[in-house]
């Protein structure tokens, strides 16, 4: 029976949504879910806690009904023609006011279309981001909210609610206009594969460089996690090297095979920062080294014509994790700049009004990117909610520095002992390129002047110049 009493509907029953559900019901409000596999269903009714009022249902009819009005329906299905369909299944039932928010990981301008379609009829539709994985949504997740304000306030305080919490402070909050939300959730991805590459480097470097066992491994990130690179991603890194995997008995991560899936968002990271033109090379890396992965027969054949010419790391193992910590460290502030001056100039060209001392606020609890390094941004956009790079706060500048010696080291023993490192070196890189008055791109626009007259400026004279260059080309 249909009775307009639950908060909050969700529509797709898989493990987040169900989770999130669960999340939101734990909170005291009264929720209802949609999944056409009835199996689905149960399982959110089984694993309800005592005495919260969770319902699932199969019928769109029915569970549009049993939701209090303005409707707050949330989606959580895959990105793409499956949000579309939701739309259209759903549209004929909303009305005017109704809330429709998208949870998944959609790309930004799909969300972007979807806003302007629906409020020409009257629905507002959201953009959100959710990260933190299975158990984030279950016990409170990083949550990136934007678009609508009025559906924001509408919502705000069930999202506070089920949010993580980081000194009792909520990690929700408006990103911005249009489809920010989704843009704030597809630059973290983007961060989160670079920093995830990194951390595989210098497993790479520990386990082949020096010969560190999955226990050491375990205790030198279980180490590393208590100091300045405490984070989540480092905290499961630790975590893995102990798991044992039950059809052998040895460790799970020795028998992983050597090729990364990716749904796609760091990818759409990397595309929308180089449509703009704008710099974020160690997401790229990333990107392109889980591509290459894939390519395992291919870099068997090229193992079998090249040999592999890895050495043992010969220098005192301590002195070199220690180093490698150090590094590492360099390198997680170069993604979180990259990452973070991106949404700095996406936000500007796309009008979003992004507000960056919230994205790192929200950032520091919940999501797969959260680490102590996160409030020391919250500081600095704090105090400077316009600042291009964290590279040019003098809040990290000093540290900064005290590592550049260690990752140039790092990368510089790696590389003569025929490891890749692309994500640590290309750290470097940007960095040693970022703080450089001059780039030898005077050369580059000579090369570009003489074969195609496209012009260059000059250091001494303003204006558009071009030259006869005397080659013997033509
Ligand atoms: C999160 C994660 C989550 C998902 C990634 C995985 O923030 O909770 O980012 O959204 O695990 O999309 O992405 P890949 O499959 O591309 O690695």
């Known amino acids: 029976m249909s009775d307009a009493r639950f908060d909050f509907?969700?529509?797709?029953?898989?493990?987040?949504?169900?989770?999130?559900?669960?999340?939101?019901?734990d909170h005291g409000y009264a929720v209802a879910g949609l999944d056409k596999d009835v199996q689905k269903g149960l399982s959110l009714e089984k694993e309800?806690?005592?005495?919260?009022?969770?319902?699932?249902?199969?019928?769109?009819?029915?569970?549009v009904s049993c939701l209090k009005k303005p409707r707050r329906i949330m989606l959580l299905v895959p990105a793409g023609k499956p949000v579309d369909s939701v739309i259209e299944e759903f549209l004929p039932l909303l009305e005017k006011g109704d809330i429709l928010i998208d949870g998944g990981n959609s790309h930004?301008?799909?969300?972007?279309?979807?806003?302007?379609?629906?409020?020409?009829?009257?629905?507002?539709?959201?953009?959100?981001?959710?990260?933190?994985?299975?158990?984030?949504?279950?016990?409170?997740?990083?949550i990136m909210p934007g678009g609508d304000t009025g559906a924001w306030q509408a919502v705000k305080p069930m999202l506070e609610a089920v949010s993580a919490k980081v000194n009792g402070s909520p990690c929700v909050a408006y990103m911005g206009k249009d489809a920010s939300g989704h843009y704030v959730k597809m630059v973290h991805n983007g961060i989160e594969y670079a920093i995830m590459q990194l951390i595989s480097e210098t497993y790479m470097l520990m386990h082949l460089g020096l010969g560190l066992n999955n226990d050491e491994l375990h205790t030198v990130y279980k180490k590393w996690n208590e100091g300045n690179l405490q984070s989540y991603l480092i905290e499961i890194t630790s975590d893995i090297f102990l798991q044992t995997d039950d059809k052998t008995g040895g460790r799970l991560v020795d028998i992983i095979l050597d090729e990364a899936g990716?749904?796609?968002?760091?990818?759409?990271?990397?595309?929308d920062a180089m449509s703009m033109h704008y710099p974020v090379p160690v997401i790229d890396i990333a990107v392109a080294m889980r591509d290459l992965s894939v390519?395992?027969?291919?870099?068997t054949n090229a193992e079998n014509i090249y040999g592999n010419p890895v050495q043992k790391i010969l220098t005192d193992k301590d002195s070199f994790i220690a180093q490698l910590h150090d590094a590492l460290y360099f390198a997680m502030i170069t993604?979180?700049?990259?990452g973070l001056g991106m949404i700095q100039k996406g936000s500007v060209d796309l009008e979003m009004e992004i507000p960056l001392s919230e994205v790192v606020r929200i950032w520091r609890g919940g999501c797969i990117i959260r680490s102590k390094l996160l409030d020391t941004f919250f500081d600095i956009f704090s105090k400077d909610k316009t600042l291009?790079?964290?590279?040019?706060?003098?809040?990290?500048?000093?540290?900064?520095?005290?590592?550049l010696p260690q990752i140039r080291s790092v990368v510089s023993s790696a590389v003569n002992a025929g490891y890749p490192v692309p994500g640590l070196s290309t750290a470097l890189n940007y960095f040693d390129s970022y703080r450089r008055k001059h780039l030898p791109v005077n050369l580059l626009q000579a090369q570009r002047d003489y074969f195609g007259s496209h012009t260059y400026q000059r250091?001494?004279?303003?204006?558009?110049?071009h030259t006869e260059w005397d080659g013997k080309d033509d």
């Open 9 to 25: 509907g969700m529509i797709g029953l898989g493990v987040m949504g169900r989770n999130f559900l669960l999340n939101m019901a």
């Open 48 to 63: 309800a806690t005592a005495k919260t009022t969770v319902k699932a249902v199969k019928d769109a009819t029915e569970f």
């Open 108 to 142: 930004y301008t799909d969300t972007l279309k979807r806003i302007r379609y629906l409020e020409d009829k009257g629905i507002h539709f959201m953009g959100m981001g959710v990260s933190g994985g299975e158990r984030g949504a279950r016990l409170g997740p990083s």
């Open 262 to 271: 990716a749904k796609g968002t760091g990818m759409w990271a990397s595309q």
């Open 295 to 299: 390519y395992k027969e291919e870099r």
């Open 335 to 338: 993604c979180y700049a990259q």
């Open 388 to 403: 291009a790079n964290i590279l040019l706060s003098n809040s990290i500048s000093g540290e900064v520095k005290n590592y």
């Open 459 to 465: 250091t001494d004279i303003p204006g558009v110049f």
